[in-house]
C-alpha cells in the first residue's frame, strides 16, 4: 500500500510525560504506516523550553499563523514544584496561554461519542460543543480587599476629561473585583463561533445575563447580534441552522432538555465550568476533543494534562493504560485540516478512517481501564489493555479497511 503524501507541513509541537510517550506510539503505530507524514517539529517538553528560555513556544506559535494548522502534545504548566524537579532557570508560563495569547480565538471543545458509553443525562443523543471565550473576563481581573469605611470609585482618564463614578462605599469590610472585555476580541469569539457551526452544520447557542448586566453582557449580545445579521444570517438559513440566544439561566435549562447536537457559546467562566460538566456527562476528558479556532490558524490538541501518574507508573517499568483517544484525534483534527485546506482527499478519509476505527474498537469491547467501568453493552464485555495495545487494535481495524 503507497503512503498519503501532504503538500504544506502540520505544526508538529511535542510535550511532556505520558502524553509524549503517547504522541510518539501514536505516530509509530497508527499515522506513520499510513501517511508520508509531513510536520515542522517544535519540542514543546519542559527541557527544552527552558533551554531556549521558552523561545520554541513562541516560534511553535508563530510557525501555527505560517502553516495554519498545528497539533499540540500536553504539556507540564510549571509550579514551584517542576521548578525543583526539572531545575528550571524560572516558572515558565503555560504554553497554552501563550500560544492562545498569540493567535487570540476561541476554544471549541467536544465529546467523542461512541456506542456503549451512555451520557449520564440520557436526553442527550448528540455531543454538545462548547465554545469557550479565551480571553478576559475574571481572567484578567484585578481584586481587592477593602476595609470598612473605604470608598470606591472608578476613574476612566484618556479622552481629554476624567469621568469619576462613585462605585461603592463601604460601612464594612469587603472585596472588591475590576474585570474588561474589548470588543475586538468579543467580535473575533463572534466571528469564531458563527464560521465553526457553518462548517459543523450545527446550530450555534448563546446565552448571556444581560438583563443584569446590561452594558458588559450587553455588549456581547448586541455584537453576536451584529455578527450574525450582517454576515452569517443567510448563510445559517442557506445551511438550515439556526442562531440562537438566550439568557444563561434559561439556556442551561434548555441544554439539559435538548437531545444535544448543538455548539453553545459561552463567556470565559461559562466555558470553564461548563466544559467540565459536558465532559463528565460524557464520560473522561480523555474523550474530549478541543481545537484553538482563530484568524491565525488551528490548533489541535487533547483537553487532558501530561497524566503524570502513569508517567511515573511507566518509568518503574509498569503497564500504563492511559487512554490515547484525545491525541488521536487532536491528529485526525489536524490532518482533516490540511488535507482540506491543501485539497488533499485521501488524507481527510484517512482521518476521518482512524476515527471510526478508533470509536468501533472501544465498541468491540477493547479499551484503556478509565472507560471499562463506564462501558455497557449487550453481549460484549469490557477489556481493559494497555494504551499501545489499544492503539495496535486500532491500526488492525484500519488495515483491514
Ligand atoms: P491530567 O494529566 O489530566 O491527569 C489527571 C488524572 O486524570 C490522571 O491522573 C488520570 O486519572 C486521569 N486522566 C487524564 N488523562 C487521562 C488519559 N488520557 N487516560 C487515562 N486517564 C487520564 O491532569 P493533572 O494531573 O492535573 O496535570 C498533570 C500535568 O499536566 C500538570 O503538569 C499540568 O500542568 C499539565 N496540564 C497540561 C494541559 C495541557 O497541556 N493541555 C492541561 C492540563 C494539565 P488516574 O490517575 O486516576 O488514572
Ligand atoms: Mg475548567
Redesign the pocket.
Known amino acids: 500500500m503507497s503512503k498519503i503524501k501532504m503538500k504544506n507541513p502540520i505544526v508538529e509541537m511535542d510535550?511532556?510525560?505520558?502524553?509524549r510517550v503517547?504522541w510518539k506510539q501514536i505516530k509509530d503505530i497508527l499515522l506513520l504506516p499510513f501517511v508520508d507524514l509531513k510536520t515542522e517539529y517544535y519540542d514543546l517538553g519542559l527541557k527544552a523550553r527552558d533551554d531556549t528560555d521558552d523561545q520554541v513556544t513562541l516560534d511553535a506559535a508563530d510557525a501555527i499563523k505560517k502553516y495554519k494548522v498545528g497539533v499540540?502534545?500536553?504539556?507540564?504548566?510549571?509550579?514551584a514544584e517542576?521548578v525543583a524537579e526539572y531545575k528550571l532557570k524560572k516558572m515558565w508560563k503555560?504554553?497554552?496561554g501563550t500560544i492562545r495569547a498569540i493567535l487570540d480565538g476561541t476554544v471549541f471543545r467536544e465529546p467523542v461519542i461512541v456506542d456503549g458509553i451512555k451520557p449520564i443525562v440520557q436526553g442527550w443523543k448528540e455531543p454538545i460543543i462548547i465554545a469557550r471565550h479565551a480571553y478576559g473576563d475574571i481572567y484578567k481581573d484585578v481584586e481587592f480587599d477593602v476595609k470598612s469605611g473605604e470608598k470606591v470609585s472608578v476613574v476612566i482618564s484618556g479622552n481629554g476629561s476624567d469621568v469619576k463614578t462613585e462605585i461603592m462605599s463601604f460601612k464594612e469590610s469587603g472585596v472588591l473585583l475590576t474585570m474588561h472585555n474589548l470588543d475586538g476580541s468579543i467580535k473575533s469569539f463572534a466571528e469564531n463561533c458563527f464560521a465553526f457551526a457553518l462548517e459543523k452544520k450545527k446550530d450555534l447557542w448563546f446565552g448571556t445575563k444581560d438583563t443584569i448586566s446590561k452594558t458588559y453582557d450587553g455588549r456581547f449580545k448586541d455584537i453576536f447580534n451584529r455578527v450574525y445579521n450582517e454576515k452569517y444570517k443567510d448563510k445559517f438559513e442557506q445551511a438550515g441552522i439556526v442562531y440562537f440566544y438566550g439568557l444563561i439561566d434559561d439556556v442551561v435549562a434548555r441544554v439539559m432538555r435538548s437531545s444535544g447536537g448543538f455548539i453553545w457559546a459561552c463567556k470565559n467562566y461559562d466555558g470553564d465550568v461548563m466544559s467540565d460538566m459536558v465532559s463528565t456527562v460524557f464520560g473522561?476528558?480523555?474523550m474530549m476533543t478541543?481545537v484553538l479556532v482563530s484568524e491565525n490558524g488551528f490548533e489541535y490538541?487533547?483537553?487532558?494534562?501530561?497524566?503524570?501518574?502513569?508517567y511515573y507508573k511507566y518509568l518503574r517499568g509498569e503497564t500504563?493504560?492511559?487512554?490515547?483517544?484525545?491525541?488521536i484525534f487532536a491528529w485526525t483534527g489536524a490532518l482533516k485540516k490540511i488535507g482540506e485546506l491543501d485539497g488533499i482527499k485521501e488524507l481527510t478519509a484517512f482521518a476521518e478512517s482512524l476515527e471510526a476505527a478508533t470509536c468501533a474498537t472501544i465498541e468491540s469491547g477493547v479499551m484503556?481501564?478509565?472507560l471499562v467501568s463506564l462501558f455497557k453493552k449487550d453481549g460484549i464485555t469490557a477489556k481493559g489493555v494497555s494504551?499501545e495495545t489499544f492503539m495496535k487494535a486500532v491500526a488492525e481495524r484500519l488495515k483491514a479497511r
Not at 72 to 79: D, L, Q, R, S, V
Not at 320 to 327: D, E, G, L, R, Y
Open positions: 510535550g511532556d510525560e505520558m502524553t503517547l499540540k502534545c500536553a504539556t507540564i504548566t510549571p509550579n517542576r503555560s504554553p497554552n473522561s476528558l480523555a478541543s490538541e487533547a483537553a487532558h494534562g501530561t497524566v503524570t501518574r502513569h500504563t493504560s492511559t487512554n490515547p483517544v484525545a491525541t484503556t481501564n478509565d494504551g
